[in-house]
């Protein structure tokens, strides 16, 4: 029995060990920098913090998710350092940061842009946003209505969850429903593919994810292109900010300034988005 | 000494089994009924739309169940002739030398990664799909069906064959002797015979093709609406879960929502596999 004993007291003391060296590490030090907040804006700072702790060895930086709600919230609270946010901070969200003595200030590090798709063969260039609107929500079915062939649309959207379709949501449906048939696809990869191979659908994907297998389309004019988005005439687009408590200092000003620099902004473009510099 | 530390720990290893069955039950239990809070379970069922994220939301997943049952029925419509099919080639036809390499390639198609599946029916199956039946698009519950066909086909292929193999042999012996020949043997007497295993073989080739997740995502089409006919796009339980539960604010009714839904298909099945055990011990 005694060896039993042994064994359940190296347990306790392992355990006891991994508790004591846990508290350790999540003590607050001044070389670890939190994000917390939306899940669009994740792989810019996730891939960033990678690269900025290879250049800093002795820097902690850790990222989350959650949604930009979320990421203020934590910012308010302080239990984060910088607050990741698809849309500006909202007047509520203001408000309960006077309560707490928190003075949010917005980085802009990156723009969400979308451009709408068509097959290569498809003799459409351009759509207004209302005509946009329209096929999505079910108004307009057929080709024939926007001068094409007759033939049905083939709506392609993406997941209720992606930050792609809250941009879309936003900009172009404005609060109506897309129509239920559509396809709902899990990736702008996966638009990118069931478009080019789909003669008649449309479907929308981020900026960096056109090439020549499909036809990007004109809205109201205006070619979706990094210049477009950056100059504010593409308006299917959003910007993606990283809020600090005060303007950014210390670590969290490097780690913002890094973002913003060309290898930064690199990274950006890399992930999918629209370098804003 | 040692001998009985570890037998007295086996037990307990045993245990941890019905603990994570027991655990998962659990959170989807609290995770998943405050659903009700929102919406009445009789409209969550039968509802027709799923509007997660609109402003208000509709959770009504009659389409997802539908979703889910056609892809499942028409992968067995599938998996169950070729399964049953290549059973009966290796237990009774095959050369030993071409049996022994038959089942092993059998069984490394049930190896294969489910994304790769996905994949090929993507870019492969699909685009001939929409071409053959003229439709506007490939990507339907149809297409995912074939492919969920050739996955579940190992499964219910080695289990069909294990049960053709332990037919008893005085019983072909007995049909041979009142003057039939192979075929009729096979038909008339192996596979009456083995109807039970086959029966489980099916039940659980659909219990791997209902849980399914990342082929039916990528190739189901993704529609929430409730299907009209074979080739037409649709939203099955897994995938719907899969592709919302990363941006479903957690707590909240989506959140919510999306548990219920994985309840409902954990109670599908649930059923399958006691079926499954109620027919085995038959």
Not at chain 1, 99 to 110: F, M, R, S, T, Y
Request: glycine share 10%; hydrophobic share 45%; proline share 6%.
């Amino acid at each position: 029995m005694s060896r039993m004993r042994n064994f359940s007291l190296f347990v306790t003391t392992l355990f006891l060990l991994t508790f004591v060296g846990n508290q350790g590490c999540t003590r607050k030090e001044p070389n670890t920098l939190t994000l917390t907040g939306s899940t669009t804006v994740l792989p810019i700072s996730q891939m960033a913090a990678e690269a900025f702790m290879e250049l800093h060895p002795k820097v902690n930086i850790s990222v989350q998710g959650g949604g930009s709600g979320v990421g203020i919230a934590a910012l308010i609270d302080q239990t984060a350092d910088i607050a990741n946010a698809s849309r500006p901070i909202n007047t509520k969200e203001i408000a309960r940061c006077r309560e707490k003595g928190i003075d949010p200030v917005g980085n802009l590090i990156a723009q969400d842009g979308i451009a709408i798709v068509v097959h290569t063969s498809n003799p459409i260039e351009e759509l207004s946003l209302e005509q946009l609107k329209a096929i999505y929500t079910g108004e307009i079915s057929k080709w024939s209505d926007l001068g094409g062939e007759v033939k049905p649309i083939v709506v392609v959207s993406r997941d209720v969850a992606s930050g792609t379709f809250e941009v879309f949501k936003e900009k172009v449906l404005k609060g109506s429903k897309t129509r239920e048939d559509a396809l709902m696809l899990a990736s702008n990869k996966a638009v990118a593919t069931t478009v080019s191979e789909t003669p008649y659908a449309i479907g929308y994907v981020g900026i960096a994810y056109l090439s020549s297998e499909v036809k990007a389309l004109k809205i109201d004019g205006v070619e979706p292109a990094n210049e477009t988005v950056t100059s504010g005439k593409y308006e299917v687009a959003r910007p993606l900010y990283m809020y600090t408590n005060g303007k950014p200092k210390g670590l969290a000003k490097e780690f913002i300034d890094f973002i913003m620099s060309r290898e930064g902004q690199k990274i950006v473009e890399e992930v999918g988005f629209v370098p804003v510099k | 000494m040692k001998k009985n530390l570890i037998e007295r720990l086996l037990p307990i290893i045993a245990s941890l089994t019905w603990a994570f069955l027991f655990g998962i039950m659990l959170i989807l239990f609290t995770e998943g009924t405050p659903v009700v809070r929102f919406v009445s379970p009789v409209r969550f069922i039968f509802g027709l739309h799923w509007y997660p994220v609109h402003d208000p939301p509709e959770f009504g997943i009659l389409p997802l169940i539908l979703g889910s049952l056609m892809v499942t029925g028409g992968a067995i419509l599938v998996a169950l002739p070729l399964g049953v099919g290549c059973a009966v080639y290796i237990a009774e036809l095959a050369h030993p030398r071409a049996r022994e390499i038959i089942k092993p390639l059998t069984e490394m198609l049930a190896g294969v990664p489910s994304i790769i599946y996905g994949f090929f029916g993507m870019v492969f199956l699909a685009p001939i799909i929409r071409r053959m039946f003229d439709l506007p698009t490939g990507l339907t519950g149809g297409t995912a069906a074939i492919i969920l066909g050739i996955m579940a086909l190992p499964t219910v292929a080695s289990i069909a064959e294990d049960s053709i193999s332990s037919v008893p042999r005085h019983l072909r012996e007995a049909s041979y002797a009142l003057g039939a020949n192979q075929w009729e043997t096979i038909t008339r007497t192996v596979i009456p015979a083995a109807r039970s295993g086959i029966l489980t073989a099916v039940i659980l080739g659909i219990g791997r093709a209902i849980g399914e997740t990342m082929t039916v995502l990528m190739v189901a089409g993704g529609s929430a609406v409730i299907p009209h006919q074979f080739f037409t796009p649709v939203r099955p339980m897994t995938s719907t879960i899969a592709a919302e539960m990363g941006e479903a604010p957690m707590g909240g009714m989506h959140y919510h929502a999306l548990f219920a839904i994985g309840l409902v298909l954990f109670f599908i099945t649930l059923s399958l596999s006691l079926v499954a055990e109620w027919v085995k011990e038959r």
